[in-house]
């Protein structure tokens, strides 16, 4: 089949078996009925069920639970949150400071990926080990390809505040000692005692408790998309309250200058 051909296929048609609406009649998603028999769902039941398949109301109160202790901080000099906050004093619109805030959760060293990573990270190890491989060459070989794991050691300070608080939680909700999670602190053992020094952070935890629910690296992505999104609306509506552009000003006399050209002086012309 070639391109046009391919094309034409999709031309006025869309075959899904995720779900649609049907106009003055019904909503479905994955072949229930959302109106009658998805609507007593919590909503990230319901958000739970879009991304897996899974009906788990212990589940989803466990997702809810990390996305408060875990992520959703309203402080405005979180990265991410910056973005909300710099919108609202630009009087952009929450909407806008709220999506950009999202995009950017998408990074390198915090959010999106390294809850993606230290999942996939965990599944391969389990892997390796069930084929014969040990802890210790499995975490050795990781670090040497990639110069450290997601899920262990944190930017700013090294030990990680939320992580016991979580663990109380998920306990608290039948979980916290399955394979994954007991794998996820023999890592973290092996690494605090290593000359790395490093230790788990939450993203680690909550990879391997998801993990042990059943919960793929991908699928984890999917949930955690919106997951900071109750610490990033806060630091918008406060930032309005405060003067046009007064988020973070830098004055020019700050900006250490070793530039060729002469720094232009605003308002005055050449």
Request: hydrophobic share 40%; glycine share 10%; charged share 25%.
């Amino acid at each position: 089949m070639d391109r046009n051909e391919m094309l034409e296929k999709y031309e006025d048609n869309w075959e899904t078996s995720m779900g649609g609406w049907f106009p003055g009649e019904k909503v479905i998603l994955r072949g229930k009925n959302v109106l009658t028999e998805l609507n007593n769902d919590r909503w990230v039941e319901y958000l739970l069920f879009g991304i897996t398949g899974k009906r788990s109301p212990r589940v989803a109160r466990l997702i809810e639970g990390m996305w408060l202790i875990c992520t959703s901080f309203p402080d405005p000099r979180l990265w991410n949150n910056r973005i909300a906050a710099l919108c609202a004093t630009t009087r952009s619109t929450g909407v806008l400071g709220s999506a950009g805030a999202l995009a950017i959760s998408e990074a390198t060293i915090y959010g999106l990926k390294p809850i993606q990573g230290v999942s996939d990270f965990l599944y391969r190890t389990s892997k390796k080990i069930a084929e014969g491989q040990c802890l210790e060459d499995v975490v050795k070989s990781e670090v040497k390809k990639y110069r450290g794991i997601y899920g262990y050691g944190r930017p700013v300070v090294d030990q990680d505040e939320r992580v016991e608080p979580l663990l109380d939680f998920a306990r608290s909700m039948g979980a916290g000692d399955g394979e994954y999670t007991k794998l996820a602190f023999a890592v973290d053992e092996y690494l605090a005692n290593s000359r790395l020094k490093y230790r788990i952070n939450a993203s680690g935890v909550v990879a391997g408790l998801l993990a042990d629910e059943g919960i793929t690296a991908k699928e984890l992505y999917h949930i955690a998309t919106l997951t900071f999104t109750a610490g990033v609306i806060p630091c918008y509506i406060d930032a309005l309250d405060k003067p046009e552009g007064a988020f973070f000003p830098l004055r020019v006399s700050r900006v250490n200058y070793e530039g060729i050209e002469e720094c232009r002086v605003w308002g005055k012309q050449k």
